[in-house]
């Protein structure tokens, strides 16, 4: 694996462009994937496979929600598009908003700001600041950026960069996060975009350079590849990029238009969706043009996920409705899709609870057979990895993103606690403060952040005793034989599950102890 002083991680990179022939190999593979949809879900609803109806009709929804989210991914590929690049203009007036917060490390912006010195297209860098620590000033002025004391504002990130909008005449305004190094050509490869009027905001790629540094890190950076690729042309060739945090350059009329940058835990997701509801177009540019960082340790991971889960529903519950009669049909599936993300942890405790009130119950919500459902299910499966890795074409960096991204599964399996409580917390409108994603790896308290994990394989152990035991010393010859299939089929399911929640005990275990990660050599960007 790459390491963070290797020259080709920090090198510009671009996703290719789509061909008639990718389009066309495509349209068949998902064409083929609706067709065995379609007859997964004929074998599936038949009337003798309802066991319990309550049950079947809770299992068939978190199924059915998964496979619908994978089905719109597929018809979203279908719009792939990477745009033409344009040159930017001579005189373009241009600021660069990044923040800093108490507590984050001043080396950081050292680096950041000596990035965007180095930045080719002129503008101005402005340091939105409220730390109240002098040495923040005097860096800044090194760097030839301009310091903005913003102090004690409502809506963090977001109040200070309208409070700063207010302090600046700029017209185009990119946000940069403090921990994402700009390469050189950054604006040279967004500004063209601006040529047309319409454009509100083009956003760039997210790459990383410290993915390699933990299990966590590494799978949390797998679980953005395919958005930062194939995802977002998918959504600009189809009218519906949005905007993430970082790396997002807007036009200050467009901001303006909608009352500035929107406030949130997922200030960049209302941005978006106000901005494509008042009539803005954004634009998608598939390359790496900077890097940062992704969470290192387990912890800190859980905190960032469980403020954009609480920020997305709030999207989903208040901007939504109101933006939705501006979102062309596509725009309307795609932040429908986007803020119903975290159910993934409602559905993934559905799947956790089911083996194990069969195995102590013998309660199931569904009768069939299991050989039955790997024939039928077993190709849907198989081709979805093979349209997940064929979109893979599009990876902005294909050499280091490329893969299964099993960690990113893990991840995302470890995580189903903070996604349920982002979901409760929602329901019930509970407010979660603003954190900053850590910057540093923080050790971890490895029983604190593994408990959930633990108890699934204590649960898992006892009810894998219990079932030999009950099979082997109590349960007559004849019953073996008649529950066997079911029996195994679930304990299969449950070591499925088992297997993949040790990825996050395994992240809490090395979060005890991670070295934190320097800032990086500017010699080695190109």
């Known amino acids: 694996p790459m390491t963070t002083r290797d020259p080709e991680l920090w090198r510009w990179r671009r996703a290719p462009g789509v061909r008639l022939r990718h389009r066309l190999i495509m349209g068949v593979l998902v064409g083929a994937g609706l067709l065995l949809a379609l007859r997964f879900a004929d074998w599936w609803f038949t009337p003798v496979h309802v066991a319990q109806p309550t049950l079947f ?40 908003f990044t923040t800093s917060s108490p507590g984050e490390p001043l080396a950081m912006f050292e680096t950041t700001l000596a990035a965007c010195a180095g930045i080719e297209y002129p503008h101005t860098t402005y340091l939105l600041d409220d730390t109240r620590d002098p040495a923040f000033r005097e860096m800044a002025q090194r760097h030839g950026a301009v310091h903005l004391e913003l102090l004690d504002l409502p809506g963090a990130k977001a109040g200070k960069i309208n409070a700063a909008l207010e302090e600046t005449t700029e017209d185009f305004i990119l946000v940069l996060d403090p921990d ?20 509100g905001f083009v956003q760039v790629s997210q790459a990383y350079y410290n993915q390699n540094q933990s299990f966590a890190a590494r799978g949390a950076a797998e679980q953005t590849y395919t958005f930062y690729g194939p995802t977002q042309m998918g959504l600009f060739g189809r009218g519906g990029a949005v905007a993430i945090g970082a790396n997002c350059t807007f036009r200050r009329d467009a901001l303006g238009s909608v009352g500035g940058h929107g406030i949130g835990l997922a200030e960049d997701l209302v941005t978006s969706i106000r901005l494509h509801g008042a009539g803005w177009r954004s634009v998608y540019v598939p390359e790496v043009v900077s890097r940062g ?18 920020g997305v529903y709030e999207v989903l519950f208040s901007e939504y409705p109101r933006a939705f009669r501006g979102l062309g049909w596509w725009q309307r599936l795609s932040y429908l899709a986007i803020g119903t993300y975290y159910l993934v942890g409602l ?46 074409l599009w990876l902005c960096h294909r050499g280091s993103e490329q893969g299964m991204h099993w960690r990113a599964l893990s ?78 089929g679930l304990v299969g399911f449950a070591t499925v599950a088992m297997v993949m929640a040790t990825g996050g005990i395994y992240a809490a275990w090395e979060a005890r102890e991670l070295p934190a990660v320097k800032p990086r050599d500017l010699s080695l960007i190109h």
């Open 57 to 96: 009709v809770v299992l068939s929804l978190a199924l059915w929600y998964g496979i619908t989210r994978m089905i719109l991914g597929w018809v979203n590929l279908l719009g792939l598009r990477r745009p033409p690049h344009f040159d930017a203009p001579e005189g373009m007036s241009v600021a660069i």
């Open 411 to 488: 991840l995302k399996i470890a995580a189903w606690p903070v996604y349920l409580l982002g979901t409760i917390l929602a329901i019930f409108r509970v407010d979660v403060p603003y954190i900053p994603t850590a910057k540093e790896a923080k050790r971890g308290r490895f029983l604190t952040l593994a408990a959930p994990h633990l108890a699934l394989a204590g649960a898992y152990g006892v009810t894998l005793a219990w079932t030999l035991y009950r099979r082997l010393v109590l349960t007559p010859e004849g019953a073996l034989v008649l529950s066997s299939e079911a029996v195994w």
């Open 347 to 392: 559905t993934t405790v559905m799947y956790l609870v089911i083996p194990y009130l069969y195995l102590w119950t013998g309660i199931q919500p569904a009768a069939m057979p299991f050989p039955e459902f790997v024939t039928v299910g077993g190709p849907l499966a198989l081709l979805g990895i093979l349209i997940y890795r064929y979109g893979q």
């Open 180 to 199: 994402h190094i700009p390469f050189p050509n950054f604006l040279h490869r967004v500004l063209g975009h601006f040529q047309d009027p319409k454009v």
């Open 293 to 310: 960082l992704v969470p290192e340790d387990l912890g800190s991971y859980y905190r960032q996920q469980i403020k954009w889960a609480r």
